[in-house]
């Protein structure tokens, strides 16, 4: 498997959390939209593009595990805060 197809996991609300195997290069459009339950997602550095709005509706995704970089969640916006905390520090 080289890609998780548009909408593959939408509306899935038992989804907690998921890890990506590595050699997945793209999440398509909406994949994991509404996934109401999802709490945190690892995706692998083989990753290199995702659709629009995979993570809309994920209301308790909290945490986004990326290229080694913890990144958060808030209303649908995602950001690496630690970064952002950073720069604000210096």
């Known amino acids: 498997m080289t890609s998780i197809g548009g909408s593959a996991f ?6 907690s959390s998921i890890s990506i195997p590595e050699g997945v290069t793209s ?3 909406l994949a994991f939209y509404g996934c109401s339950s999802l709490s945190s997602i690892t995706i ?18 909290s945490e986004i595990k ?8 808030v209303d649908d916006f995602i950001a690496n805060f630690n970064a952002i905390n950073a720069e604000e520090s210096d």
């Open 66 to 73: 990326w290229h080694n970089t913890i990144y958060s969640s």
């Open 27 to 29: 999440i398509g459009s």
């Open 44 to 61: 692998p550095n083989s990753v290199i593009s995702i659709g629009s709005h995979v993570f809309t509706y994920c209301n308790k995704l």
């Open 10 to 15: 939408s509306q899935c609300s038992g989804l």
